[in-house]
T-cell receptor, first 116, second 117 residues
Framework: GENVEQHPSTLSVQEGDSAVIKCTYS??????FPWYKQELGKRPQLIID?????GEKKDQRIAVTLNKTAKHFSLHITETQPEDSAVYFC???????????????FGGGTRVLVKP | GAVVSQHPSWVICKSGTSVKIECRSL??????MFWYRQFPKQSLMLMAT?????????EQGVEKDKFLINHASLTLSTLTVTSAHPEDSSFYIC?????????????FGPGTRLTVT
């Protein structure tokens, strides 16, 4: 099955700096890669996603890059703000693989702290 | 985005009793619902996948007789933790998806915090 590794596990940045989180996946059939932000005791919130036919996607201060050959993808947050402090999870899924597929495999999470 | 609710949001039960958690998709029909468990400071671990009208598919290591999943309609799935023990205390989160549609997205419920005393 799919295995997703995420680094770093914790990340402390100064407000205004950039934060980068990296993930690798093992299953070359994975074709959808969402990123989630989770605040303590709350549900994961989708912040950006990318499909395997795209190399990069940007939404305001957030961008995601995907390297299918190397099987890794990254989240970039620019101009970080204190409200960006949370746990971020990457995930990989093989969509369209039938009832047994379409499962999200999560990375281990990155605890991001933005210091004012 | 689509809305998924969970009930209850938190529950405390005694060891040996059973607890039922409901997951509802409020404004769309969910062909598939997923159940996750999250221990403190850990990632979400998929427990099982349920398709409406079919038996759930459990992940390796998840006891299907302990975690009963029912997906009787396109808007409701339930997870019953039977004979709960303190080690079952966790944050349980469901997600719902319409895999017959054009979006890949899964929509998460707000989670249920289970404490077994």
């Amino acid at each position: 099955g799919e295995n997703v590794e995420q680094h770093p596990s914790t990340l402390s940045v100064q407000e205004g700096d950039s934060a980068v989180i990296k993930c690798t996946y093992s299953d070359s059939a994975s074709n959808y890669f969402p990123w989630y932000k989770q605040e303590l005791g709350k549900r994961p919130q989708l912040i950006i996603d990318i499909r395997s036919n795209v190399g990069e996607k940007k939404d305001q201060r957030i961008a995601v890059t995907l390297n299918k050959t190397a099987k890794h993808f990254s989240l970039h947050i620019t101009e970080t703000q204190p409200e960006d402090s949370a746990v971020y999870f990457c995930a990989a899924v093989t969509v369209g693989s039938g009832a047994a597929g379409n499962k999200l495999t999560f990375g281990g999470g990155t605890r991001v702290l933005v210091k004012p | 985005g689509a809305v998924v609710s969970q009930h209850p949001s938190w529950v405390i039960c005694k060891s040996g009793t059973s607890v039922k958690i409901e997951c509802r998709s409020l404004d769309f029909q969910a062909t598939t619902m997923f159940w996750y468990r999250q221990f403190p400071k850990q990632s979400l671990m998929l427990m099982a996948t349920s398709n409406e009208g079919s038996k759930a598919t459990y992940e390796q290591g998840v006891e299907k007789d302990k975690f009963l999943i029912n997906h009787a309609s396109l808007t409701l799935s339930t997870l019953t933790v039977t004979s709960a023990h303190p080690e079952d205390s966790s944050f349980y989160i469901c997600s719902a998806a319409d895999l017959a549609g054009v979006t890949y997205e899964q929509y998460f419920g707000p989670g249920t915090r289970l404490t077994v005393t």
